[in-house]
């Protein structure tokens, strides 16, 4: 129960680190993230603007889902959740799916739920880096200009608190920036051309929004296995308090039956003892 106990402590610390380093590098990216979208939503202002990334479909026949799954288990409710909800999202649509499952775990929990996974991408590290993003971005935006699918939508745990995550569903693609009348009040120049940096900004923004995504999703999990971990080492160390109780109760128990046989014993002999002097 010991070994048990350090076991579950260990991967605490280790939830911990990996927790504070995935908020800050979160808070970084937030940043960047709301000078691209300010930038983005400026070009979006003019006449006449078009991307094909930015059309919407005049119908939509097959929609696909990024699901950020978890990387290994322990981690409480977060991937049973998140298998829970994509569940409702593909018994509630009409429409062809193509469900692409992000990490290291759950594609066997995943269809047993009857969520049908269409590809597998189990590259992604429980630290999140751009290149995986990159990679998944660039994949779905192919699919969506080869007409493969007509939307995109990202499906992770949103990280709320170290206590708290809450299963999200966000779309992708087509790609619709926030805040566009917030970006009116300032003026840019803009090298080469409008179109061009439209074009850069517009595969930069949908980039990051997968990393940001991946990073919500890896910071939620490790968070929800750090509160597991918690509770379990919590539960050992009360288990083990219980059970050095229960040893101390037999032991006493056993020491005064073997002191109330030797008191037994020595007063049978001595009685013995008595008979046979008279």
């Not at 409008?194 to 074009?199: A, K």
């Amino acid at each position: 129960m010991q070994s048990t106990q350090q076991i579950t402590r260990a991967m605490k610390m280790i939830s911990a680190a990996k927790l504070r380093r995935s908020q800050r590098n979160g808070e970084s990216m937030r940043l960047f993230s709301d000078r691209i979208r300010e930038i983005l939503s400026s070009l979006l202002t003019g006449e006449n603007v078009s991307h094909p990334l930015l059309t919407p479909r005049t119908e939509v026949k097959k929609v696909g889902y990024l699901l950020f799954m978890g990387n290994r288990g322990m981690c409480g409710s977060y991937n049973s959740a998140l298998i829970d909800y994509m569940h409702d999202l593909v018994e509630k649509t009409d429409k062809g799916l193509h469900v692409i499952a992000v990490g290291q775990w759950g594609y066997d929990a995943l269809s047993e739920a009857g969520v049908p996974i269409a590809e597998e991408y189990s590259d992604a590290g429980d630290i999140p880096v751009m290149e995986d993003a990159v990679t998944l971005a660039g994949h779905m935006k192919k699919m969506f200009l080869a007409g493969e699918v007509d939307e995109v939508y990202l499906v992770f745990q949103r990280y709320v608190s170290a206590l708290q995550q809450a299963p999200d569903c966000v779309r992708l693609l087509p790609a619709k920036p926030p805040g566009h009348h917030e970006a009116r009040e300032r003026e840019y120049i803009f090298e080469p051309d409008r179109d061009s940096v439209l074009d850069n900004a517009v595969q930069l923004y949908i980039n990051c929004e997968v990393f940001a995504a991946l990073q919500e999703a890896r910071a939620a999990e490790q968070a929800a296995r750090l509160a597991a971990m918690t509770a379990a080492t919590d539960a050992t160390e009360e288990l083990i308090g219980q059970l050095k109780l229960d040893l101390n109760q037999a032991r006493q128990a056993a020491i005064t039956t073997e002191i109330s046989e030797i008191v037994g014993g020595a007063a049978a002999l001595r009685r013995k003892n008595d008979q046979s002097a008279q």
